[in-house]
């Protein structure tokens, strides 16, 4: 039988202090490697190049065909996306705009501190400037994320809005509502998803377009593309999400209680209690004809998204289910508006487009702090969805996006969005998954829906004056309904209780205490749980599977032996400060308990302590002690401790502080086989 080759562990390519700075950096920020094309390349190549990687349009553009063309006029005609996402982003079939998420979370925290009805002009100065705070936040973030982008919004300059609704379901339609709040005043900060948001708070009344929503978009994009801190948004778990979604859905479809029943009186709060107490305090203003009038479309929208769950090729039925909803309500209004005087309308609604918006963006005062958090907030939201959104689809269609080129879209748009009467957005599911089922091939079927929008805001606008609220209700309730995750949550429940705990903490927290707040304890939960697992990691004792040179897991594999007079441990997470005693303590402990079982068992004598270090990815100075206290407590009781398998930085910092001299000769191994068979060779000639 040949001998045992024992192989050296050896240590990393030596490096100046530099160039470990140079490629832990690298590594951080710019994992993707976003320079490598540039590589060998020619001066005029490498300008060409870098138009491409700023400006995506250059990639596709001058493959463009008619054919495109053509699949692209077909998918688009419910939404208006900003123009600028067709130069600047990288996927193909994202549709972008205002989403409920973001326009939840911006409405509610506005209205928070200022009320929209009370003082009009400033809830709009704060929506642009939240959405330009969001830009820059994202920007800040972004190259490391993908996002979404912005929107604009028509108006008169007398603060009319008009609302973008956007269905959040599997497969929906966006379409352009318009009501009116006043003549002078205005607020609010919505449009799209956002604008529904308001529409919500407003009752699902006249309520304006949201000329700032771009604001908060925009600066959103921007910022995170720059400083590409986009892991930031790991935090935002998808427990968090499935929890703050539904929490989300619940209230927004209570709100919408307001315009389906017909109650002119509502409370602006966004907590369940203060929502259910409003409907039932207001009950004589309820409306006979708007409540018969609403569940029948409520009804009818309900039927055709199911409809198009049931049967995917059936989607364009839900897709077209709002706006003709809209449609027969509005004509129905009209033609019975003599006997229908307990109905109320959005009114009448200016045709043009809404002014710049750059002279509005508030950064002095005491609500600019209310402005930059909220931007924040939705930033990081309206971030999580589009990146999900984008990287869906291009999975579909085998492609990948680039969450750089993405955030610096997104971020670009929505900056210029806020100087533009538009507020914050991203890319939407709902108007994404039209464009693919339509057939779109490239962004510039944004372009087709901007500019079918734009006919609408200059030429359409009247044709709104008598479209009921009771319907925009509907539509709403329909949309937030597929928010509702309650299989995800069963999941969550089964498979991880801290990550349920999470999204029931998401949950009621936004029901009976507020959106932001509820979202801050779903995260402290979620920071929770990373604290345990790093905190407490886990430590195994391992066995050898007969025959092979496999050791595994004594508990997950029934068949793995222990080796007399060894014990072998494993510890699967990184070893330093926050963890380093708890790690000394388990060890100490897993040898106490070996050495009882030793004895009672009347086995042969613990001799060697063996510690896997495969899974341990880092070890900092804190660590580097605990090892050393380690083999001087064991050395004490005369128990060999050894090493296996130090990993490349491990084994590095190992060297440095001299911790190996300490471990001798045999005190090092490659892999725990060669471990055991070496020392008990050892052991066999001393004797």
């Not at 209004?333 to 043009?352: A, D, E, F, M, N």
């Not at 749980?529 to 407490?536: G, P, W």
Request: net charge positive; proline share 4%.
């Amino acid at each position: 039988m040949p001998a045992l080759e024992v192989h050296r562990v050896c240590l990393p390519p030596q490096k100046t202090s530099l160039q470990t700075l140079r490629c832990r950096l690298s590594e951080i920020f710019f994992p993707d490697d976003p320079l490598h094309v540039f590589k060998n390349q020619t001066g005029f190549r490498k300008f060409f190049l870098a138009l491409q990687f700023f400006f995506p349009v250059f990639q596709w553009g001058p493959t463009y065909s008619l054919s495109l063309l053509r699949s692209d006029i077909i998918s688009d005609s419910s939404f208006v996306p900003p123009l600028i996402y067709c130069v600047l982003g990288s996927s193909r079939h994202v549709g972008v705009g205002p989403v409920s998420i973001a326009s939840l979370v911006m409405g509610t925290m506005l209205s928070e501190c200022v009320s929209h009805t009370e003082d009009p002009t400033l809830y709009l100065h704060l929506a642009f400037t939240a959405t330009f705070f969001a830009g820059v936040f994202q920007a800040s973030l972004g190259l490391f994320r993908a996002c979404e982008s912005c929107e604009r919004w028509c108006g008169d300059g007398k603060w009319e809005w008009l609302w973008y609704w956007h269905l959040p379901v599997k497969v929906g339609i966006e379409f352009v509502v318009v009501g009116k709040l006043g003549h002078g005043g205005g607020g609010g900060g919505g449009g799209g998803g956002g604008n529904w948001h308001l529409a919500v708070e407003m009752g699902i009344e006249r309520v304006k377009v949201v000329r700032g929503g771009a604001v908060m978009a925009s600066g959103n994009g921007r910022g995170i593309g720059i400083g590409r801190l986009g892991f930031v948004i790991d935090f935002l778990s998808k427990a968090t999400l499935v929890g703050f979604m539904a929490g989300a859905a619940v209230i927004v479809s209570l709100q919408q209680l307001k315009g389906l029943l017909g109650i002119v009186h509502f409370t602006p709060k966004m907590q369940i209690i203060p929502v259910l107490s409003s409907v039932f305090i207001h009950k004589n203003e309820w409306s006979w004809q708007t409540i018969v009038m609403g569940i029948i479309f409520l009804v009818f929208l309900l039927t055709t998204r199911r409809i198009s769950m049931m049967k995917p090729k059936l989607f364009w039925i839900s897709a077209a289910a709002p706006l003709t909803s809209v449609v027969l309500s509005t004509l129905v209004v009209y033609l019975l508006r003599s006997k229908l005087h307990g109905i109320l309308t959005i009114g009448h609604l200016p045709k043009g487009l809404n002014p710049p918006s750059s002279n509005m963006l508030y950064f002095r005062g005491p609500f600019l702090g209310v402005a930059i958090k909220t931007g924040i907030v939705t930033g990081i939201l309206s971030l999580t969805e589009g990146i999900a959104v984008g990287r869906t689809f291009a999975a579909l269609k085998n492609y990948q996006i680039d969450g750089n080129k993405e955030m610096m879209a997104i971020g670009l748009m929505n900056m210029a969005g806020s100087c533009s009467s538009c507020y914050v957005t991203t890319g939407s599911f709902s108007r994404s998954a039209v464009n693919y089922n339509a057939g779109a091939q490239t962004v510039v079927s944004n372009v087709i829906m901007a500019l079918a929008v734009l006919v609408t805001l200059l030429f359409l606008m009247p044709l709104f004056t008598y479209t009921p609220n009771f319907i925009l209700a509907t539509v709403i309730i329909t949309a937030v309904i597929g928010l509702i995750d309650y299989q995800a949550a069963f999941r969550l429940w089964k498979v991880d209780k801290l990550d349920f705990l999470a999204c029931l903490s998401s949950f009621l927290g936004v029901l009976f205490i507020s959106v932001p707040l509820g979202l801050a304890i779903a995260v402290g939960v979620s920071v929770f749980k990373i604290l345990l697992h790093v905190t407490r990691p886990n430590t195994l004792v391992l066995g050898n599977i007969p025959g092979t040179q496999i050791y595994q897991n004594l508990t997950r594999y029934r068949e793995a032996l222990r080796v007399p007079s060894f014990l072998i441990l494993a510890v699967e997470s990184p070893i330093f400060f926050a963890n380093s005693t708890y790690l000394q303590e388990r060890i100490l402990r897993w040898v106490r308990e070996e050495e009882e079982r030793v004895e009672s068992n009347k086995e042969s004598a613990l001799k060697c302590i063996i510690l896997d270090m495969t899974a341990v990815t880092a070890v900092d100075t804190s660590g580097l002690d605990t090892i050393c206290e380690l083999r001087k407590m064991l050395e004490k009781r005369s128990l060999q401790f050894v090493l296996v398998n130090p990993v490349g930085n491990v084994m590095e910092k190992l060297h440095q502080s001299n911790v190996l001299e300490s471990f001798g000769f045999n005190g090092l191994y490659l892999t725990v086989d060669e471990a055991v068979i070496d020392i008990s060779s050892l052991w066999k000639a001393q004797a």
